[in-house]
């Protein structure tokens, strides 16, 4: 069973520019959520992806968006980006039921914007 | 606003000896309550989850924690810890949502001496 996988694992912009990052969930989950985890940080929830459409979001501006595709892999897009968007963005992936179901998380992506 | 606090910024034990990290929320009713270990350069790894029932919940690694509804509590626990068990743990909460995100304290980062 393959887990949670994240694309690229480093990556480096400029402010101002506007980025793309990948994950692929886990076999047979259908809902990915997004975190971001500044540096000395706990991990913040972004948003999460159920059925194609989002699901919740949390305290990030409109320039955070994202995509889920009928595979349940997901994008997570951030235009303009700013020097405090530096930081690791972490996927999770977990099946939907009625409860609470345990999300597993990627290894995430390490963003540095210069 | 839900929060999560974790007192200790950074710990240091030996190697055998015993292991306690902290954790306090701040929620109306009880939530889903969980620990994860983050590694350098790996994703979260779930310890342990306490949704309901008995308040002393095991986890892997040889890691438990109690639950205290008085004190709103939710401490990890190990009774030997080993060098390998050196990395950054993070506590983590799940309350009624349609997202069921999880918000994150901000981490106690483990040293183990040998």
């Known amino acids: 069973e393959t887990g949670v996988t994240q694309s690229p694992t480093h990556l480096i912009k400029t402010r101002g520019q506007q980025v793309t990052l990948r994950c692929s969930s886990q076999?047979?989950?259908?809902?990915v959520s997004w975190y971001q985890q500044a540096l000395g940080q706990g991990p913040q929830f972004i948003f999460q992806?159920?059925?194609?459409?989002?699901?919740g979001r949390g305290n990030f501006p409109p320039r955070f968006s994202g995509l889920q595709f009928p595979n349940y892999s997901s994008e997570l897009n951030v235009n303009a980006l700013e020097l405090d968007d530096s930081a690791l963005y972490l996927c999770?992936?977990?099946?939907?039921?009625?409860?609470?179901?345990?999300?597993?998380f990627g290894p995430g992506t390490r963003l540095t914007v210069l | 606003a839900q929060s999560v606090t974790q007192p200790d910024i950074h710990i240091t034990v030996s190697e055998g000896a015993s292991l306690e990290l902290r954790c306090n929320y701040s929620y109306g009713a009880t939530p889903y309550l969980f620990w994860y270990v983050q590694s350098p350069g790996q994703g979260l790894q779930l310890l342990l989850k306490y949704f309901s029932g008995d308040t002393l919940v095991q986890g892997i690694k040889g890691f438990e924690a109690e639950f205290k509804r008085s004190q709103s509590s939710f401490n990890l626990r190990k009774p030997s810890v080993h060098w390998s068990d050196a990395a950054e743990y993070f506590c983590a909460v799940v309350i009624s949502g349609s997202a069921r995100q999880l918000t994150f304290g901000s981490g106690t980062q483990l040293t183990v001496l040998p």
């Open positions: 076999s047979g989950h259908n809902t």
């Open positions: 992806y159920y059925r194609e459409e989002e699901n």
């Open positions: 999770a992936s977990s099946p939907r039921t009625s409860d609470y179901n345990e999300q597993f």
